[in-house]
């Protein structure tokens, strides 16, 4: 089961990218972290924790932020082909969602949702993205 600051996957609100970025950078600059693994610290809800961490990284250089970038991309691409395809997304949050929530998630549901907002949000066909499209996403 997750924290307190974790939410359950249908309550996720938009899509995993920003959150999962200001993870990474977060980690990258030993923020500090709950013991769900969320950049939390105790008693702080996740859209105060999101806020924090997106204030905190608004000022970082922009090499500094796309080397982050980078590197948060490359975590995500699994075959390490260059590309993000849907089923390492989903692979990822499948993961990640056991992780918070142990066995009882509901791994369909999660699934389903993560294929629906890559198309919805990154490539409607299904389609391998880019990095560029990766990073245009997330510092939206």
């Known amino acids: 089961m997750g924290s307190a600051c974790c939410?359950?996957?249908?309550?996720?609100?938009?899509?995993?990218?920003?959150?999962?970025?200001?993870?990474?950078?977060?980690?990258s600059k030993g923020g500090s972290r709950g013991s769900c693994g969320c950049p939390c610290s105790a008693g702080m809800a996740s859209s105060e924790a999101s806020a924090d961490a997106v204030e905190e990284y608004e000022h970082l250089p922009l090499d500094e932020l796309d080397h982050l970038l980078r590197e948060l991309f490359r975590l995500h691409d699994l075959n390490g082909n260059g590309l993000l395809e849907i089923e390492e997304l989903v692979q990822l949050n499948s993961?990640?969602?056991m992780l918070h929530h142990g066995k009882d998630t509901?791994?369909?549901?999660v699934k389903a949702k993560y294929r629906s907002l890559f198309r919805e949000r990154l490539d409607p066909d299904g389609k391998p993205v880019t990095y560029a499209k990766?990073?245009?996403y997330v510092t939206e």
Request: aromatic share 10%; proline share 6%; hydrophobic share 40%.
């Open 7 to 27: 939410r359950e996957p249908d309550e996720i609100q938009g899509f995993a990218f920003p959150e999962d970025a200001q993870r990474a950078l977060s980690r």
């Open 95 to 97: 993961k990640v969602a």
């Open 106 to 109: 509901d791994l369909l549901a």
């Open 134 to 136: 990766f990073r245009r």
